[in-house]
């Protein structure tokens, strides 16, 4: 997570910006090797933002649209061990 805190910095006033309007902690994270803001929400549910395809992109008042996907908890099933 090297660039965790570059794009930190970097998109300050983004995060600012959702934590305040959600009312909810907004953190830069790497999300498999591409950088986001991720919004927590209750649930376990939570919101992705990036401004670029694949992840934050290094100019943040770029023309370039944003992109939000929302998240929820995978539902699993337990199941009971029985060895053979």
């Not at 006033?13 to 803001?37: C, F, K, M, W």
């Not at 991720?38 to 023309?63: I, K, M």
Request: charged letters at 25%; proline letters at 8%; a positive charge.
């Amino acid at each position: 997570m090297p660039l965790t805190k570059k794009f930190s910095e970097m998109y300050d006033d983004a995060l600012t910006a959702l934590a305040a309007a959600s009312q909810r902690p907004a953190n830069v994270v790497n999300v498999e090797g591409h950088y986001a803001i991720r919004v927590d929400l209750e649930y376990n549910r939570y919101v992705l933002a990036t401004n670029a395809p694949r992840g934050l992109w290094d100019e943040p008042d770029a023309s370039n649209p944003g992109r939000c996907v929302s998240f929820k908890p995978v539902k699993t099933t337990r199941t009971r061990y029985s060895p053979r």
